[in-house]
């Protein structure tokens, strides 16, 4: 809340500054500037305060937390739920998956030529660069991503505060590819400084963020996170709230949210990971830039579809499903509002009764070999952005 003060404090200073006249007016200038000073205030403050969203959820998640295999005694959807990217969207390093691909990917290196190798020892892998006669090296301890684009491997280290920082490395695996490259976001050419070659450095609070969207009990010491009380993954209690006292009581419901939920704040709970569009620059929001499809809710509540009904994620979602079990292709989820019946909107004007995701939904290349869907259903222009 640094941003707040210091805006207000300008504004009255350039009240201050006036020229004495009529109290009246003074009285005016500075109502008027403080308003103006309020909303300049609260508009500048408002990109940090969302970014914290995922954070702050967390911290009140660590009270009344429940062991998840309870769950399944008396809920089917623990049934299916475990198969799906949240469930898996983060393992430690020594995860069966994730050895088998970093095995894979140390030959990759040897056979690029990369000045990186990685050295595999019992409970250990250590990722290794040599540049100029110096040898670098991090520890590499978790995996993010399931699998269903990419994974990506972190280090984690403690600075000199005590807190915990991260590298991320500069190389991923991709699904699309069944093969590695540099991980999105980072350079081509690698980095200068210590861990430059290893990858991308975070301080504290970016690793943080990291861990938070990736996964549900996240317990923070001084800026040290306590890895091993960390429950990894997007799990029910992330969605849910803390269910120990659901638990003990069988079923007394606890945090009925998703029940009560307007649209808007549905679609901001699945955007505290996934992004709002407020989080994105305006100038960055338009038909022509591919690149935000990798954050669904910023196009989804651009398209006539969200605009002109109540739709939410879960329209077409269920989170205790994968994609594929709930046939994620289909035209089920348009023909709920498009079937042609009076009530219903319109049908495709183009004619067409199947294949409506190709058209209006298509998969967005992104500079990585990563795809995603673009929500912002509409009828597409030649000219726009497209697979
Ligand atoms: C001993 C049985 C039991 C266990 C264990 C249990 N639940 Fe429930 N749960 C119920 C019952 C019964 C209801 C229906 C309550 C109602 O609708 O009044 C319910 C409803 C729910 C609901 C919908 C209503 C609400 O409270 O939001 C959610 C979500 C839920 N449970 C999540 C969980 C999660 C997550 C776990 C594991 C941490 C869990 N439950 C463990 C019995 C159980
Ligand atoms: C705590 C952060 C978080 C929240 C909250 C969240 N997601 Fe996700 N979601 C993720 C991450 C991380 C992934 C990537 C999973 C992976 O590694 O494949 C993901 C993946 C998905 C996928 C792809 C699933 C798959 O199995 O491949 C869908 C669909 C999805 N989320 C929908 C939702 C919906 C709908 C909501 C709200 C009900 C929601 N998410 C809330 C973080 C979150
Ligand atoms: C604001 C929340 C958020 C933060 C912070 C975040 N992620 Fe994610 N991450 C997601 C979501 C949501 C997805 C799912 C994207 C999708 O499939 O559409 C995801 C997906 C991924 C994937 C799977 C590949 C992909 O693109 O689907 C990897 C790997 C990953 N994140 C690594 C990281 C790493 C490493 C960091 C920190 C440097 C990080 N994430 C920070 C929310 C976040
Ligand atoms: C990514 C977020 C997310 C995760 C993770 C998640 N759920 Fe849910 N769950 C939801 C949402 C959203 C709804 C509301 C669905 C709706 O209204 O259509 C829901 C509904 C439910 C309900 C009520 C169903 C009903 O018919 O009223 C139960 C029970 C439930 N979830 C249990 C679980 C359990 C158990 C887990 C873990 C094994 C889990 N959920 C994981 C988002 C999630
Ligand atoms: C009108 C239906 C519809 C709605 C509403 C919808 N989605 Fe999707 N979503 C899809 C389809 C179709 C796919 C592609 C499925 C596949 O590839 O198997 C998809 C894929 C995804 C994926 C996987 C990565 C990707 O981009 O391909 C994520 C994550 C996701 N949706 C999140 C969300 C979130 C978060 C919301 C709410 C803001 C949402 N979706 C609303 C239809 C929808
Ligand atoms: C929850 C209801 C709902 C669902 C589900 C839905 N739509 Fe829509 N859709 C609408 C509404 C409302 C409009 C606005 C139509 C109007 O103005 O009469 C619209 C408009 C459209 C338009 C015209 C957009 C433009 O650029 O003018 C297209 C194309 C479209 N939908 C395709 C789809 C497809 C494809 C799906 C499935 C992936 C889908 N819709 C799912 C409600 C929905
Ligand atoms: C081969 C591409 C293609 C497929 C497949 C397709 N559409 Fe379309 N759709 C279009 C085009 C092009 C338009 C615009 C036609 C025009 O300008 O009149 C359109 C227009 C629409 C509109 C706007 C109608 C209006 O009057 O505003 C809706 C709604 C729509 N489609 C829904 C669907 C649904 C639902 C499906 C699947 C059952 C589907 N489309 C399949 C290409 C397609």
């Not at 003060?5 to 009529?22: H, I, K, S």
């Not at 914290?52 to 429940?66: A, I, T, Y």
């Not at 403690?158 to 991709?174: I, L, Q």
Request: aromatic share 8%; proline share 5%.
């Amino acid at each position: 809340m640094e941003t707040p003060d210091t805006t207000l404090d300008q504004a009255n200073n350039v009240e201050a500054g006036m020229p004495q006249r009529a109290w009246r007016q003074h009285i005016t200038a500075f109502v008027f500037v403080s308003i103006l000073g309020f909303f300049l205030a609260f508009w500048l403050s408002r990109p940090s305060q969302l970014s914290q969203l995922p954070v702050d959820r967390l911290q009140s998640l660590n009270q009344g937390w429940v062991d998840e295999k309870r769950c399944a005694e008396c809920h089917e959807q623990a049934e299916t739920f475990w198969e799906t990217g949240h469930a898996r969207t983060l393992l430690p390093v020594t995860d069966a998956d994730s050895l088998k691909l970093l095995k894979q990917m140390n030959s990759f290196l040897e056979s690029q030529g990369t000045p990186t190798s990685l050295h595999f020892d019992d409970e250990t892998v250590l990722a290794v660069h040599e540049r100029d006669g110096t040898t670098s090296q991090i520890r590499l301890d978790w995996c993010f991503g399931s699998g269903e684009h990419a994974r990506t491997w972190v280090g984690t280290l403690t600075d000199s505060n005590g807190a915990t920082d991260e590298v991320e490395f500069r190389w991923s695996w991709y699904h699309d590819i069944d093969g590695f490259d540099i991980t999105p976001g980072q350079q081509q050419q690698a980095g200068s400084g210590y861990f430059g070659g290893l990858g991308l450095l975070f301080d504290a609070p970016k690793a943080r963020k990291c861990f938070a969207c990736h996964s549900s009990y996240l317990p923070v010491e001084s800026g040290k996170i306590q890895t091993s009380e960390l429950h990894a993954g997007v799990t029910c209690q992330r969605c849910h709230g803390p269910r120990q006292a659901h638990v003990e009581s069988e079923g007394e419901v606890t945090d009925p949210f998703w029940k009560n939920a307007t649209q808007l704040e549905s679609i901001h709970r699945c955007a505290e990971c996934h992004r709002r569009a407020e989080e994105q620059p305006e100038a960055d929001v338009h038909k022509h830039n591919g690149n935000i499809a990798r954050f669904q809710p910023v196009g989804l509540v651009q398209s006539p579809c969200f605009q002109g009904s109540q739709m939410t994620c879960l329209t077409c979602h269920d989170p205790h499903l994968t994609l594929k079990a709930q046939d994620s292709l289909g035209i089920w989820q348009c023909t709920q509002c498009h079937d042609g019946t009076e009530s219903k909107h319109v049908l495709c004007s183009a004619g067409h009764e199947t294949g409506c995701i190709d058209c209006h939904m298509p998969k967005i290349k992104m500079d990585s070999p990563l795809k995603f869907t673009d929500h912002w259903i509409r009828i597409r222009k030649e000219s726009e952005s497209s697979p």
